[in-house]
């Protein structure tokens, strides 16, 4: 893990936690379900990530592209089950609540991703996504 270096006080405004930014209504997913059960709950909801649950364990995140690509290449098959979410979650990177939007940021390009997880330990406390950085942004937060 990257080390985190201290900003002065008068700058946590500029870099603030993800947990004023990130998405608190989850819409998660079972590894069991079927991927255009998935597809369908994502149009439903306007979001591109599903975390997994299994339990109270996060599997990770399935991503719209992941699903769509997959959805319309496959041609069923009599006798063979269609694949299910838990074949395409990718495992997702996670922060603590304390982390602020610069490590989220970092942490996205770091790992080639567009979402982190935000979790206390086990419990999976909401998303930020390229979205999330983008709108703060807009709004005149500047991670760095």
């Known amino acids: 893990m990257t080390p985190r270096i201290a900003a002065p006080p008068e700058t946590l405004d500029d870099d603030p936690p993800v947990t004023a930014l990130m998405?608190?209504?989850i819409v998660a997913i079972t590894p069991d379900a079927d991927l255009a059960v998935a597809l369908r709950l994502m149009a439903a909801h306007g979001v591109r990530h599903l975390p997994v649950i299994d339990g109270t364990h996060c599997l990770g995140v399935l991503l719209?592209?992941?699903?769509?690509?997959?959805l319309a290449g496959v041609r069923p098959e009599p006798g063979v089950p269609a694949p299910r979410v838990g074949a395409l979650c990718r495992l997702a990177p996670a922060l603590e609540p304390t982390a602020r939007l610069s490590d989220a940021a970092r942490r996205m390009h770091a790992e080639g991703v567009d979402a982190v997880l935000v979790t206390d330990g086990e419990r999976l406390l909401g998303i930020v996504t390229a979205t999330d950085l983008i709108r703060s942004l807009a709004a005149g937060r500047t991670p760095r």
């Open 23 to 25: 998405t608190h209504r």
């Open 64 to 70: 719209e592209t992941d699903v769509a690509r997959l």
